[in-house]
């Protein structure tokens, strides 16, 4: 698709493409939401993703194997109250 803009030194075209993708549905209808608060869509949301990649030539945020556990994945959803069931040496 060719996009013709007029920008202020002239007329700009672009060529454009689509791009189609496969999303878990929950995953785009959260993501719908977000951009709608920040008054984006789709396209200018990937686009800005896309931006960055080229900008930063990586991607814009950190990727890792590593897996950081919360305090509740490792001690439990009640680990405040076995808290208060310690015995305290300090005294």
Known sequence: MLVVTLNGEGIEMKMKERLNINLDKELKEETAKVLNELGLDYTTAITMYFKQIVNKKKIPFEIST????????VFGE??????AELEDEWE
């Open 78 to 83: 009640s680990w405040r109250d076995k808290v």
């Open 66 to 73: 590593k897996k950081y556990y919360s305090v509740e994945e």
